[in-house]
């Protein structure tokens, strides 16, 4: 994290070194941000690079702090490959969505779009496909994109929820079946393999698989 913090500390720098405000750690301070990779030169490879890494790291910061999640790195030398994977499994490289905000278009070689679990990718993808259209400068923004990753996130929660009550349903009705039979034949239902779980045994399935 140690390398996370220095790296969205820079963009916290440069943006007071170049307009003059100080950048807080939360989603009102996107706008900012946008404005200011907006002045990056496209002739500069050097200094795309470095605004891409930087603000990146921030935004990630600003995702974790304010909505949850943790960062995944695999590999400390390359922060392109760094992603952030929310407690719903949705994940998103915000270099990658940093990079894509520079040049207002997808990148074929920079990961720039929202992953998750395969049991939550259905759900993700029928959201973005539900979603009012917008302009490909509001789509790529950061601004846009973060609220696009907060609406995604609450919409897994809703169904990680959901999922989460037909197991307990299901477990509940196989209690109430169990405890109308016999106390011979219920013994022998468990020793089966029935739904019946003992301590410590692992529930029938979860709301994120």
């Given amino acids: 994290m140690h390398q996370v913090d220095d790296l969205a500390g820079q963009a916290v720098a440069y943006v007071q070194r170049a307009l003059g405000i100080t950048l807080g750690y939360d989603s009102e301070t996107l706008p900012v941000l946008d404005h200011y990779i907006s002045t990056v030169p496209r002739d500069r490879p050097e200094m795309i690079e470095l605004v891409t890494v930087t603000a990146g790291a921030y935004l990630g910061e600003v995702?974790?702090?304010q909505i949850g999640g943790r960062w995944e790195i695999d590999n400390p030398a390359q922060a392109m490959s760094w992603r952030i994977v929310l407690p719903t499994g949705l994940n998103f490289s915000p270099m990658g969505f940093v990079a894509a905000a520079i040049v207002c278009d997808e990148l074929g070689d920079v990961d720039t779009a929202f992953d998750a679990p395969p049991a939550m990718l259905p759900y993700v993808e029928v959201t973005l496909g539900n979603m009012s259209e917008q302009s490909d400068q509001e789509y790529y923004s950061l601004c846009g994109r973060y609220d696009t990753l907060a609406h995604l996130h609450e919409v897994?929660?809703?169904?990680?929820?959901?999922?989460?009550?037909?197991?307990?349903?299901?477990?509940?009705?196989?209690?109430?079946?169990?405890a109308d039979l016999p106390p011979a034949e219920a013994s022998t239902q468990g020793a089966a393999g029935s739904p019946v779980r003992g301590a410590g045994t692992k529930p029938p399935g979860g709301p994120w698989n």
């Fill in 63 to 65: 995702v974790r702090r």
């Fill in 156 to 178: 897994l929660v809703a169904v990680a929820a959901s999922r989460l009550d037909a197991v307990e349903a299901a477990q509940e009705a196989a209690d109430e079946v169990l």
